[in-house]
């Protein structure tokens, strides 16, 4: 986790490098600016080696990651506005687990929507974290309705987020639901998947108003 997140660092630093052009009268001035450049240059080659060496590292690590989820997997991930600050980590978990798992990936706030492209690599995360924005409320049963619409079987379900879901998904029977009761349902009537739960909480040991329901319930 700290390696993939220094690296995103690299990444930020390298596509936020700043080019300065100026234009000055003075010769000596000029020069003074020339220099500069030069030098943002240099630092600007650093940073892309030190990238691109790290970059192998993460990759390497990446293939000898094994989870223990059974296949297939499906992540689903809070992408809504309560999340704003916890987004760019929480992509980067799920797209690791997209990657490892060969996992179906979708995100959610009150609608599901699908990523740009599947990760498959350390490259893909950093880009994905970098480019999926949060907003909107939390319907985390949006992530799982074309799961049980389609009647797709899913064996693991893996769903990152705060937990302060505030908000209806419909099914394609127009009935709206919250992301317990359509669990259950799926469980009932395509596979009894297994559910874990990633969570952003406020406080480190807190129990999760969404997590809390699943326990209350033996399930």
Known sequence: ??????????RTLRDNTTQTTIFEYSRRRRTQITRNVDDQHSVQSSKCKLYSDLLLIAEAQLVKIKLSLESPVAVMGDASGSMQVAIRTATILLSLLT???????NFF????????????TIEDVLTLALTTTAGGGTANAA??????????VIKTFVMVTDEEENADAR??????TRFFD???KYRAEIYPAKLVFISF???QHARGQM??????ANV
Not at 99 to 105: D, E, I, R, T
Not at 110 to 115: D, G, N, Q
């Open 1 to 10: 986790g700290k390696l993939i997140e220094r690296v995103l660092l690299l």
């Open 201 to 203: 909480l406020s406080h």
């Open 109 to 120: 706030n009150t609608e599901m929507f699908l990523p740009t492209f599947t990760p498959k």
């Open 99 to 105: 990657a490892v798992c060969s996992a179906k990936l």
């Open 211 to 216: 997590y809390s329901e699943f326990q209350s």
């Open 143 to 152: 992530g799982l309705v074309s799961y049980y619409d389609n009647k797709d």
């Open 182 to 184: 359509l669990f259950m």
């Open 171 to 176: 099914i394609a029977d127009g009935t709206s």
